[in-house]
């Protein structure tokens, strides 16, 4: 029906930036809620951000004055803006997607992009 596909990983020296990219495909389907969780090795997942079809955002706190969540509602594609990277941030990080798809609501997620920080 619908997939959510992962970009934009890699790996980044501490200090820098990377984008992170979550295209939603398939047919008759809308979005509605898209979100970025993470999880690194050891841990648990953890919410990053969230974004509404309005653009209304919520951020875990600690991650709030560096990462940036954004979408492109014509492309059905969510944006994750990483800054000031640390090896902290080290993770596979996952899209998630609250759709309606098939006249039902459900939620949906990405397999995941690898963000390594490490010099």
């Known amino acids: 029906q619908v997939q959510l596909v992962e970009s934009g990983g890699g790996l980044v020296q501490p200090g820098g930036s990377l984008t992170l990219s979550c295209k939603a495909s398939?047919?008759?389907?809308?979005?509605?809620?898209m979100g970025w969780h993470r999880q690194a090795p050891g841990k648990q997942r953890e919410l990053v951000a969230v974004i509404s079809r309005n653009g209304a955002t919520n951020y875990t706190d600690s991650l709030k004055a560096r990462f940036a969540i954004s979408r492109d509602l014509a492309a059905d594609t969510g944006y994750l803006r990483m800054n000031s990277l640390t090896a902290e941030d080290t993770a596979v990080y996952y899209c998630?997607?609250?759709?309606?798809?098939?006249?039902?609501?459900?939620?949906?997620w990405g397999q995941g992009t690898q963000v390594t920080v490490s010099s």
């Open positions: 398939g047919t008759n389907f809308l979005a509605y809620e």
């Open positions: 998630h997607a609250e759709l309606l798809v098939g006249g039902r609501l459900g939620d949906l």
